[in-house]
C-alpha cells in the first residue's frame, strides 16, 4: 500500500479511532471539554515530529482515552516503563496533568540491558519480522527525556525513577489506573507485571508496545506463569499478533499496541440477544 493511499485511508479512518476519546462522556468527570482533547490531540500529534519516539500519537490517544475514563474517585498514578527519548511520556504527562494524576516513569536511561537467549530475537510473524535486541539498544539518556517532556510535555506530572526494573520496581507501592509496558525483552516484561499487576486497580489496563511480538504476547497467555507469580488466571491479551487496528496496512489495519484489563467487570457487560455472548 502506498504512503499516499496509507494517508488517505487513515484520515478517513480517524473518526471511528478517536470516537471513544472524543465521546462527550470521556473526560466529563475532569471537567475535559471537546476542545481540550483536540487541542491535546493536535500537541500529540506534533510531538511526533518533535521528539523521536517508537510508538504512535494515535497509540498515546488510545491510552490516554483508558485515563481519562478512570473515574476521579480511583486512586492511581500512571507507570510507563521504557521511555527511549521521552516521546509517548511527554504525551501521556499532558492528560496526566489534565486529570491530576502522577506518571511515574521508569527507565535505565542506558538502554536496554543484557538480552537473555530468548530475546535475542524476536518473531513477528504477521509483519513477517524478526526484531533483534542488543545490550543498550534504545537508549535516551535522563536529560534528554527530561529536556524532551519540558520542552513539548508537562514535566511537573512527571517522576523519574531510574535503574533497570528489577532494581526501581520492587521498591514501589503506589497504586496505579495504567501501565505502558514499551519494554522490548520478555524477562523486563516478566519484572513489570510481577511488580506492577498488584498494584493496578480493578478494571484498568496494562498495555503493551509489543503486541505483535510472539514472545511478548505469549506471555499474556501463558497460565502457569500467572498462577505461580501472581496468583490468578492468565488475562489475555487484546491486540495480540498485529496489535490494535490503528494503521492501515498490507491485509487490514495493525499497530504495536495491545492492552490487557485487570478483572473486568463482567457483570456490567450486555448479554447478546442473538448468541447469548457477552457483549460491551
Known amino acids: 500500500m502506498s504512503k499516499l493511499w496509507k494517508k488517505l485511508v487513515l484520515a478517513l479512518s480517524l473518526p471511528i479511532i478517536l470516537a471513544e476519546y472524543f465521546n462527550a462522556e470521556t473526560g466529563r468527570e475532569y471537567g475535559i471539554t471537546f476542545f481540550t482533547k483536540l487541542k491535546v490531540a493536535r500537541t500529540m500529534a506534533r510531538n511526533r515530529k518533535r521528539i523521536t519516539t517508537a510508538s504512535h500519537f494515535l497509540e498515546h490517544l488510545i491510552m490516554a482515552t483508558r485515563i481519562l475514563k478512570v473515574p476521579r474517585a480511583v486512586e492511581g498514578c500512571v507507570v510507563e516503563c521504557g521511555s527511549f527519548k521521552g516521546g ?12 491530576n494524576r502522577e506518571l ?8 536496554l540491558p543484557e538480552p537473555a537467549d530468548i530475546d535475542k530475537e524476536h518473531l513477528l510473524v504477521g509483519a513477517q519480522e524478526v526484531h533483534t535486541y ?3 539498544a534504545w537508549r535516551g539518556t535522563l536529560p534528554e527525556v527530561q529536556n524532551n517532556i519540558s520542552k513539548h510535555g508537562q514535566i511537573s506530572a ?19 489506573i495504567l501501565a505502558f509496558l514499551d519494554v522490548d525483552l520478555t524477562g523486563s516484561l516478566e519484572t513489570c507485571l510481577r511488580h506492577l499487576w498488584p498494584l493496578l486497580q480493578d478494571g484498568c489496563c496494562v498495555f503493551t508496545h509489543e503486541a505483535p511480538h510472539r514472545e511478548i504476547s505469549g506471555l499474556f497467555f501463558e497460565r502457569e506463569w500467572w498462577r505461580v507469580n501472581l496468583n490468578c488466571e492468565a488475562p489475555g491479551l487484546i491486540g495480540a499478533g498485529n496489535g490494535l487496528g490503528l494503521h492501515p496496512s498490507s491485509g487490514g489495519f495493525r499497530s504495536d499496541l495491545g492492552y490487557t484489563v485487570k478483572n473486568p467487570a463482567v457483570v456490567q457487560f450486555e448479554v447478546s440477544p442473538q448468541t447469548g455472548e457477552l457483549s460491551r
Open 88 to 99: 509517548s511520556a511527554a504525551n501521556l504527562s499532558l492528560v496526566c496533568a489534565l486529570c
Open 104 to 111: 511515574q516513569i521508569f527507565d535505565s536511561f542506558a538502554g
Open 134 to 136: 542488543e545490550k543498550g
Open 158 to 176: 512527571c517522576k523519574f525513577n531510574v535503574g533497570y526494573f528489577d532494581q526501581t520496581l520492587p521498591g514501589f507501592s503506589r497504586r496505579c
